[in-house]
């Protein structure tokens, strides 16, 4: 059974840094692409950065520069490093797996519960 546990949110103030994880369980890891997606209030969730298998990365506007993305295939575990945040990145954030390249935000196949962070100003 497939199992994404996110960690690491919480509350920090604009400038601040976390480090979100999300340990997988229940399938190939290593095999899968692995993203992070957030959702605001009132918003729809978006993308904020995938990785493939082998480590490539792509990153929205809005977190490029800022966020970093990383995978340990050993540890079954996805990072997102998150740098200089701001209030408009408070979100509850989301990893997600996929064996498939390409597709949209609905279409991911596995969730995590998400974690919430809170950045203050």
């Known amino acids: 059974q497939v199992q994404l546990v996110e960690s690491g949110g919480g509350s920090v103030q604009a400038g601040g840094s976390l480090r979100l994880s999300c340990t997988a369980s229940?399938?190939?890891?290593?095999?899968?692409?692995m993203g992070w997606f957030r959702q605001a209030p009132g918003k729809e969730r978006e993308g904020v950065a995938r990785?493939?298998?082998?480590?490539?990365?792509a990153y929205s506007n809005s977190v490029r520069g800022r966020f970093s993305i990383s995978r340990d295939n050993a540890k079954n575990e996805l990072y997102l490093q998150m740098n200089s945040l701001t209030p408009g990145d408070t979100a509850v954030y989301y990893c997600?797996?996929?064996?498939?390249?390409?597709?949209?935000?609905?279409?991911?196949?596995?969730w995590g519960q998400g974690t919430q962070v809170t950045v203050s100003s």
């Open positions: 229940g399938y190939s890891y290593s095999s899968y692409y």
């Open positions: 990785i493939t298998p082998g480590g490539g990365t």
């Open positions: 997600a797996a996929d064996k498939r390249t390409g597709v949209g935000v609905a279409e991911w196949g596995y």
